[in-house]
């Protein structure tokens, strides 16, 4: 079985600039997560769906954040107008169960913003 | 809203050793305490969880251990190996949808 598929896995930005990064869950999962990992920090949630449907966004940052799942199935974080502040790995993660039990996780996006 | 509190933020250990890690959490509502593993450059990897209508759960050398009263939970790895080496994360669910909190992590080393 294919686990969470990430992608670029790296990006470099300078401020100012937009990125955006795509997950691939593992097939039949209905629940996707976007968590943002500072350097030497835990992952901390920012948005997730119950198929294509946004269950909570209340921690994306700012209006620069968006994230969508059109079909239930991929999803795109976006960023806009990058600051330096937003250096992070963002982690995908699906779940089978809704949310009620064990996480799979991608394995990030690595975003530096100069 | 929740808090995890992760206690060591290193550890280091010899091979064959026990190793513990512990965490704290604020929220009485959470019930699920997941334990996930991250190897370098690599996303996170569920090693175990307890829920809390349990105190304690065993899976081959992992055990973990609840305290509701005081709000703890800790990991326990025995007869460790230098494979075990990694940044070890525990986290709370106060929600039961995937809305983990977690703590900042902890380095573990095994030494030969």
């Known amino acids: 079985e294919a686990g969470v598929t990430q992608s670029p896995r790296y990006a470099v930005l300078q401020e100012g600039q937009a990125v955006s990064f795509w997950c691939d869950p593992i097939?039949?999962?209905?629940?996707l997560y976007w968590y943002q990992q500072p350097r030497d920090q835990g992952p901390q949630l920012l948005v997730y769906?119950?198929?294509?449907?946004?269950?909570?966004n209340s921690q994306l940052p700012s209006d620069r954040f968006s994230a969508v799942r059109p079909k239930g199935t991929n999803s795109t974080l976006k960023i806009q107008s990058a600051k330096q502040g937003d250096t992070a790995t963002y982690l995908c993660?699906?779940?089978?169960?809704?949310?009620?039990?064990?996480?799979?996780f991608g394995e990030g996006s690595k975003l530096t913003v100069l | 809203g929740e808090k995890v509190e992760q206690h060591e933020s290193t550890l280091s250990v010899r091979e064959g050793d026990s190793a513990v890690i512990n965490c704290t959490y604020t929220d009485t509502a959470s019930s699920y305490f997941p334990w996930y593993k991250q190897e370098a450059g690599k996303g996170l990897h569920f090693v175990i969880d307890i829920r809390s209508n349990v105190d304690r759960k065993q899976s081959q050398r992992l055990i973990v251990l609840l305290d509701k009263k005081a709000k703890r939970f800790s990991l326990h790895i025995t007869a460790t190996q230098p494979e075990d080496s990694a940044i070890y994360f525990c986290?709370?669910?106060?929600?039961?949808?995937?809305?983990?909190?977690f703590g900042d992590g902890t380095v573990l080393t095994v030494k030969p």
């Open positions: 986290a709370a669910d106060n929600t039961n949808t995937g809305k983990l909190t």
């Open positions: 769906f119950r198929d294509e449907a946004v269950i909570d």
């Open positions: 993660a699906s779940s089978p169960t809704g949310g009620a039990g064990q996480l799979y």
């Open positions: 097939s039949g999962h209905d629940t």
